[in-house]
């Protein structure tokens, strides 16, 4: 049962090994009562949305030592909004950003958010003077407090590449281009790639494989066993996000308001395990950034609690 105080002092215990936990973003209505007090956010008797919406990154720093920012995964982030939210937490909080999809996706989806671009190819797929430019540039003066960076590549189909060998080989060229010494990490969704030459291509340009639990992707202790996956040792990175096999969809319908645990993903608790007692074994040589969703079980909270039970 997730308990705040004990949770505090579990995650700051675990930040100073080196060891990140928190959950993929972190406005969520369902966690009133558990991780929120609403009267911190009532104005003239009635709740406001508006202030919580603003305001209740301190209130989760309060208790976590990371989160995963998944806003800047659909606009490029505003040196204005970054300061905004580190002025919210603690110097020793550490922020997990997904880098803008303007940059991962090869070809935009029939989206309405895409609008005339849907369906058409994305001329910036790839682009590492644009991520200079947009992204990397108004992160740069909160380096200290940024953990990791993700590109997360959505499912390629064969209309995208016909072999798995082309991606990395773009990749390859793409990594190489970016500015060096910060975190980075890739998170793909074709299972069959994750083939010795995608791992040895992070490994060549010091970047982490993001272990990801998604729809058609094997789970995070699959991918933790396969030869050569662990890219970087001094960073390891995990996001919890859907039981393989579900769609996004239906865990959004069968798990909202995400106020308690619907179903249990044992797989997921233990690999979630795993890695905080293996990070916690290299304290000081390396940091692990996990991420849980609400929609993996149905409470993040709670999830995040049973990985952490001894």
């Not at 190819?121 to 992204?135: C, G, I, K, M, S």
């Not at 970047?207 to 890219?231: R, Y």
Request: with cysteine; aromatic share 14%; charged share 25%.
């Amino acid at each position: 049962m997730f308990d705040r105080a004990v949770m505090k002092t579990k995650a700051a215990e675990l930040a100073a090994a080196g060891v990140f936990i928190g959950t993929s973003s972190w406005k969520y209505r369902g966690w009133h009562g558990r991780l929120y007090e609403e009267s911190r956010y009532v104005y003239r008797g009635k709740f406001a949305e508006s202030r919580f919406e603003k305001n209740c990154l301190t209130e989760y720093a309060e208790v976590f030592k990371t989160v995963c920012v998944d806003a800047a995964f659909y606009k490029f982030p505003e040196e204005k909004y970054l300061a905004g939210l580190v002025a919210q937490v603690p110097a020793d909080f550490q922020f997990g950003f997904k880098v803008t999809d303007e940059i991962t996706i090869k070809k935009f989806p029939n989206h309405p958010r895409h609008g005339h671009r849907a369906g058409q190819p994305n001329e910036h797929f790839l682009n590492a003077d644009l991520f200079a430019n947009a992204f990397f540039k108004p992160c740069a003066p909160f380096r200290p407090q940024v953990g990791l960076l993700m590109f997360e590549f959505s499912r390629f189909y064969p209309s995208d590449y016909e072999h798995g060998r082309e991606f990395v080989a773009d990749l390859d060229k793409f990594l190489g281009a970016l500015p060096k010494g910060w975190p980075y990490g890739v998170e793909l969704r074709n299972k069959g790639w994750l083939q010795p030459d995608y791992f040895a291509c992070l490994a060549r340009h010091g970047v982490t494989h993001v272990f990801n639990s998604w729809d058609a992707m094997p789970p995070v202790s699959e991918q933790m066993a396969l030869a050569g996956s662990e890219t970087k040792p001094a960073l390891t990175a995990a996001r919890f996000l859907l039981k393989p096999g579900r769609k996004y969809e239906d865990a959004v319908k069968n798990f909202e308001p995400y106020d308690q645990v619907k179903e249990i993903n044992a797989d997921a608790r233990a690999a979630g395990a795993k890695l905080i007692a293996q990070g916690k074994a290299t304290a000081g040589k390396k940091k692990t950034y996990i991420y849980v969703n609400n929609r993996l079980e149905g409470n993040a909270l709670e999830t995040i609690d049973a990985m952490l039970a001894d």
